[in-house]
């Protein structure tokens, strides 16, 4: 068994950031362990640009933005381990690890779970219909596409106006496939304006809201799906189905933060962001188990990623300087209008960054922090969509260690 | 007339309002910076984009090479664009910033590559 200070599990955009800001604040007995033959994570695959447009003011493609995050580790000598898949993290924080040379143990003063996100799939959408092939999620056709140089199909439908989703169809459309039309079951797009803008409205694909795929037909391969559309309870509406023939569908239909470690090691997990539950300084349920980027809240951002990943790696430092790994007691409640907010727990001694997302689209909105009838923080929004994450700065001196903070978006 | 647009330059993606006449922006709201009139402008005139691909890669531990264009191309000519890039082989190793392709399809603008491929051993 090998003593480490810090086991950051996942080399992705937040591994990697978590593992540069450690090595600059001075905690250099740390070691990173990615599942794949590089690291990047799923940046590999993200080929087109608009990456890095805060971070680094200018516009890059995910490859290219990991490989900043590389160069540093690389540059610093950071160590880290490819090919290598951590099967189990205690409460204790003993790591295990397999990989072809063998199995290995390490106890470590502090773990940083790093391991993005998961696609939902068919499955966990309940697709009536028969089970041909053609039917991807965006991410796995994009690996087949950017990575391995295979084309999924030719004639293709998209049900989800996800980002990647959206990507997909202008990057199909490009390499000569015919995207028919994208279909959302929300009433408002779930990915970025500007993606609706650039990856659909630019090739005429068109995007119906309120409209979900209720049939799915072909045997060996995908013939075609049945769409309708749907009510207010995303129920189908009797007589507006329609037929569109396609060879491929792909499902842009959400992200889960990647659970099976956190949940080994008994760490309390949030119902909403399907992440963990954490104080203000990133650390879990769990003392010293700590969790930033897409496997604690899934973000619209890479920037915001690599951003919390740092902060997560302050908290780290600071908690070791000072021997402290917080107990938070203070609890942090949304209320209808807000889907969920990170941290969901704070100590309230230290200044934060509370991240949220609203549940609608809305204009001219505050963002009101409050503990009973006192404010404590608001923020104004001139436009608010469930696409865009919300941040807002929390001062640690206003708050009563007494009661909760409730927010609300009006 | 009044248009619509969603600006693409960055993720904030301002929903803009243009009053447009004889092809000329005569008032624009909407936009929270000077690009977004410059998009607006850009879109009336000539719209342009950038777009990302991937090349063929000989004797490289992975088959592509992702690429982009190093500076934006008129909307009309990214099928073009995308017909070049599919004739282009690269030797491995391959590194980012190296020129897959100079003035693809007459255009002005480089591919150019956005990930390392290091060669097979």
Excluded: W
């Excluded at chain 1, 090998?2 to 978590?18: F, Q």
């Excluded at chain 1, 940083?112 to 068919?122: I, K, N, Q, S, Y």
């Excluded at chain 1, 993606?195 to 795929?213: A, G, K, M, R, W």
């Excluded at chain 1, 509406?237 to 992200?255: K, M, R």
Aim: with cysteine.
């Amino acid at each position: 068994m090998e003593n480490k200070d810090v086991i950051i599990i996942g080399g992705g955009p937040a591994g990697l950031a978590a593992a540069v800001q450690l090595y600059k604040l001075g905690i250099t007995n740390i070691l990173i362990l990615e599942r794949e033959k590089h690291l990047g994570g799923i940046l590999r695959q993200c080929i087109h640009d608009g990456f890095g447009l805060q971070r680094f003011c200018e516009s890059l493609s995910g490859p290219e933005y990991a490989q900043r995050f590389i160069d540093e580790v690389r540059e610093l000598n950071i160590p880290y381990m490819t090919e290598v898949t951590v099967t189990e993290v205690t409460a204790g924080r003993k790591v295990t690890a397999i990989s072809r040379r063998g199995v290995m143990e390490f106890q470590a003063k502090a773990v940083a779970l790093t391991m993005g996100c998961r696609e939902r799939t068919r499955g966990a959408i309940s697709i009536p219909g028969t089970r041909p092939a053609g039917v991807y999620t965006a991410g796995v056709a994009q690996s087949y596409m950017n990575l391995a140089n295979i084309m999924p199909g030719q004639e293709v439908v998209i049900l989800g106006s996800g980002d990647i989703g959206l990507i997909m169809a202008r990057r199909l459309t490009l390499e000569g496939a015919h995207v028919k039309a994208v279909f959302e079951v929300q009433p408002y797009p779930s990915g970025l304006p500007r993606n609706i803008e650039q990856c659909l409205n630019d090739y005429e694909i068109p995007l119906f809201l309120s409209h979900t795929v209720v049939d799915v037909k072909g045997h060996s391969r995908l013939e075609g799906v049945t769409v309708a559309q749907v009510d207010e309870q995303y129920r189908p509406i009797p007589g507006t189905e329609q037929e569109y023939n396609c060879d491929t569908l792909i499902l842009s239909v959400g992200l889960i933060p990647e659970n099976e470690l956190s949940l080994g090691a008994g760490l309390t997990l949030d119902s909403r962001t399907k992440g963990a539950v954490v104080d203000e300084d990133y650390q879990t349920s769990c003392t010293g188990i700590f969790a930033a980027g897409n496997v604690l809240q899934v973000h619209d951002l890479v920037d915001f990623v690599s951003i919390e990943a740092e902060r997560m790696a302050l908290s780290i430092q600071e908690c070791f300087l000072s021997s402290q790994f917080g107990n938070a007691e203070i609890e942090i409640v949304v209320d209808a209008s807000i889907s969920y907010s990170v941290p969901q727990k704070t100590t309230g001694k230290k200044d934060f960054t509370l991240s949220l997302r609203p549940k609608r689209p809305g204009r001219n909105c505050t963002v009101f922090v409050k503990q009973e009838n006192v404010t404590i923080a608001r923020k104004k929004f001139a436009k608010v969509l469930p696409a865009e994450m919300i941040q807002l700065a929390i001062p640690a001196e206003r708050i009563d260690p007494e009661k909760k903070l409730e927010i609300t978006l009006i | 007339m009044r248009r619509e647009y969603t600006c693409i330059i960055c993720p904030i993606g301002c929903d803009m309002t243009a009053e447009i006449e004889d092809n000329e922006m005569v008032s624009l709201v909407g936009n929270n910076c000077a690009k977004g009139r410059v998009y607006v402008q850009q879109e009336l005139t000539n719209p342009i984009r950038t777009i990302a691909t991937s090349v063929l890669v000989k004797g490289g531990e992975l088959p592509l090479a992702s690429v982009r264009l190093n500076k934006p191309v008129p909307k009309a000519s990214l099928f073009k664009v995308m017909a070049e890039a599919k004739k282009v082989i690269l030797l491995a190793p391959v590194r980012i910033g190296q020129v897959a392709l100079q003035n693809v399809a007459g255009t002005g603008a480089d591919l150019v590559v956005t990930k390392h491929v290091d060669a097979i051993h």
